[in-house]
């Protein structure tokens, strides 16, 4: 077996599991977590193989020395060179003797018998030590192990009860593993309807539709463009119609961040500053994202879609918390053909006063299950529509729950989330300059496609 190969296969695995593991961490979405985990799980049951053979190794030494061990008690006395007549010299084998030690010291915390030989060998030889008093000198291999030991110029540091100054020379471990719990997923801006631009807006046609309204009345086909027809006799004249087109124009903002990191840093740094960085970043533009689809103004930002002039806002039945004829309220404020697709954006805490009603019995008039889908956060169904729970909004204000079709909030985009890295404006210094931007707008496309409870 080729045991420097294998070391180097140990050494190119544990890397790549690493790597999976920021990954997983990094990951956005639900389909590149399970990527990165299958393929932490893959690399893990290779390294596994790879322990299985360290194992079959160390099995095999350990034959192989009490094999040695045997040949050399049953070798006969006196084997001398008959021209010197002299023993020959040898090698001490000083891993073999450790081996020894620990397997008696072993024995001996395991509370096996042991020879009396045996406990004067492990007879601790420091010169402050009491010969009068009993005590059992670790073997060196197993102390460096439960003590590293600190040395100067090849003698190690003494550590006494007495002093506590030369604790000072030691310091804890340092992992690797940076401590970070998650933030909350953006759970809108990926469910909504992306136009991709180059030029900063975009314009585009749009059919005028509105509400539909009475038979026989000006505004009977609004939902359909103006295009109206009626009842004639045959042979007779038809009224001729025609579609009305508008256009609607949308422009992207800057959305930016800034930070500044030295290249000793990025150089010494024990975790990937460089990965993070790009992972903080990104999240944290999403979530202003998110939060300008729920209330941006419209001013240098999305506008939000309880900014829209024209989405239906139901009265709130009880102050300061929802109950269920606020679902139903909204459920009907949207045109039927867009509750196939929509969904509901709940604050928190309203979804916890939701699961809260009960009718007269005690028992509660809906409870959410939770299904794990490919984005955003666990989400789970209120009255048969999926819920998107969020802390950005709060129980009692303006939109802590809007219903409607998201992908009928258009998103023009002029590129992706982007992170540029320089080195140049602040050489001198030493100082890497981290920039990321993304070009992003937002508008409702159709009004009646969504509806917001009030403060």
């Known amino acids: 077996m080729d045991l420097k190969k294998l070391l180097e296969q140990m050494r190119a695995l544990t890397a790549e599991i690493e790597s999976a593991l920021a990954e997983e961490d990094g990951a956005t979405d639900e ?22 053979k360290v194992s079959k190794a160390k099995a095999h030494a350990k034959r192989m020395s009490v094999v040695t061990e045997v040949e050399t008690l049953a070798a006969p006395s006196g084997n001398v060179i008959p021209l010197l ?4 010299a040898q090698a001490i084998d000083h891993d073999k003797e450790e081996a020894k030690r620990v397997d008696v010291f072993t024995d001996f915390i395991c509370g096996k018998a042991i020879s009396d030989v045996a406990m004067d060998s492990f007879a601790p030889t420091s010169k402050g030590w009491d010969k009068g008093k009993t005590g059992f000198a670790i073997p060196k291999s197993l102390a460096r192990v439960l003590l590293p030991e600190t040395r100067i110029l090849g003698k190690a540091l003494p550590l006494t009860s007495v002093q506590a100054s030369p604790a000072n020379l030691f310091q804890a471990e340092l992992q690797k593993q940076l401590n970070m719990f998650p933030g909350e997923a953006a759970s809108l801006f990926p469910r909504t309807f992306k136009i991709p631009t180059k030029s900063g807006s975009v ?36 009224e001729g ?13 800057e959305l930016a961040a800034k930070t500044e990191l030295s290249r000793t840093l990025l150089n010494r740094s024990i975790i990937d500053m460089e990965a993070l960085l790009g992972q903080l970043f990104r999240a944290a533009m999403l979530h202003k994202i998110d939060l300008a689809i729920i209330k941006g ?45 929509a969904n509901w954006i709940v604050a928190d805490g309203a979804a916890k006063a939701l699961e809260l009603l009960v009718d007269g019995n005690q028992r509660p008039l809906f409870a959410t299950q939770n299904d794990s889908l490919s984005t955003g956060p666990k989400l789970g169904k209120i009255k048969g529509y999926t819920a998107i729970p969020t802390q950005r909004t709060t129980l009692g204000a303006a939109g802590d729950l809007i219903f409607g079709e998201i992908g009928q909030y258009a998103c023009p985009v002029e590129q992706e989330i982007v992170m540029l890295r320089s080195e140049h404006e602040k050489m001198s210094k030493g100082v890497i300059v981290f920039v990321i931007f993304a070009q992003i707008g937002g508008k409702v496309m159709q009004n009646r496609a969504f509806s917001k409870l009030p403060a």
């Open 203 to 238: 314009i585009f046609p749009e059919l005028s539709q509105g509400a539909p309204g009475a038979e026989g009345g000006a505004d009977e086909f609004a939902e359909y463009g103006s295009v109206a027809c009626a009842w004639t006799a045959e042979g007779a004249e038809k």
């Open 241 to 253: 119609t025609e579609p009305v087109f508008t256009q609607r124009s949308m422009a992207t903002y």
């Open 297 to 341: 103004n419209g001013v240098g930002k999305p506008e939000g879609i309880l900014q829209k002039v024209g989405v239906a806002a139901p009265a709130r039945t009880t102050g300061a918390t929802v109950k269920y004829a606020d679902l139903v309220n909204l459920e009907y404020a949207i045109a039927p053909q867009f509750r196939a697709g």
């Open 85 to 88: 007549g002299k023993t020959p």
């Open 31 to 52: 389909a590149g977590k399970s990527a990165a985990r299958a393929k932490y799980e893959a690399k893990s049951k290779e390294f596994e193989t790879l322990e299985l």
